[in-house]
């Protein structure tokens, strides 16, 4: 008799503790709303993240997404690769878990009417955005023509100044994307260069911290299956889709095609080859972001890139 008081108090007490367990927050994805993150946006449109605990946070700008990160307020962000190696600094924990997209257009270099070479804008006045994405490009584009940084004026101007700079001859070209790039190009300004010719080399990428990786592990596969779903859906449904993204981003049709025609996304099985492997085919890239931010001082140190990798979300999707 005493057994079974024993076997039936120990029951009540399991009863209880399930019964107080409090559940854990939602894992909270956020990202700037932009042509390379359209498909997160898609595959919740399309109700691909069936999980209760994954919620989703847009952000007008990439830097709130940074800070909203730093203060843990995110356990799962889209950020530029240049961005996620600057957050590594704070967060020492920090882990890349997929690549997003990657530009193949979407950046350029926009002179005005009668430049067409972008050896002549030596010596002229180059107007930009104070961002590291947008440094980190026009020093790809200098490098590629055998030009140093220094061979170019660099002219700060916020995304709202840069049309009016233009226009008025303040500045002799302009790094940009669009819908910028599309406004000018009608009004003669020429493409001197664009990310098309650094393919591979401008990534966005999704950052997590060590702990909430683990703590989050299903509603973050459910993630990545659901970004993948979203490519299948633009690839086999792309007029559907193209309403889908038009629809979030604010733009026509015409427009939204502009806007996404620069832009490479990456499923999981291009990850599995780009993330894999002893060293990582992304680890160049990786390198080559991390010695810009050095060489610049914009980081303290470095860190081995391909510990920042993580592919244990991979493994848990199917191939």
Known sequence: MKFMVRIISLLLLILLASCNKVPPPPMVFGANVWAGYEPVFMARELGYFSANNLSITEYGKA????????????????????????????????????????????????????ITDLKQLQGHRVGMENTVRGAYFLNLALKSTGMQDGQVENVLLSGAEQEAAFNAHKVDALVTSEPLRSKLLEKGATVVFDSARVQGKMLDVLVTRDDDLGRYHHEMVEWVQGWNRALDYIRTQPDQAAQ?????????????????????????QRNRELLRGEPPLVGDN??????????????KMGTDTAALLDTSLLAGIAP
């Open 63 to 114: 830097s709130e997404v940074k800070q909203a990160f730093l203060k843990h307020e995110l356990h799962l962000a889209a950020v530029s690769l240049d961005v996620a190696l600057q957050l590594r600094q704070d967060v020492p924990d920090l882990k890349i878990v997929l690549l997003l997209d990657t530009s193949k257009g979407a950046d350029v270099i926009l002179a005005q009417p009668g």
């Open 244 to 268: 889908i993204m038009s629809k979030h981003e604010n733009v026509n049709a015409s427009q939204l095609g502009r806007k996404i025609q620069g832009v490479e996304w990456i499923g999981v």
């Open 286 to 299: 990786l390198e080559a972001v991390q010695h810009f931010l050095l060489e610049r001082g914009l980081i």
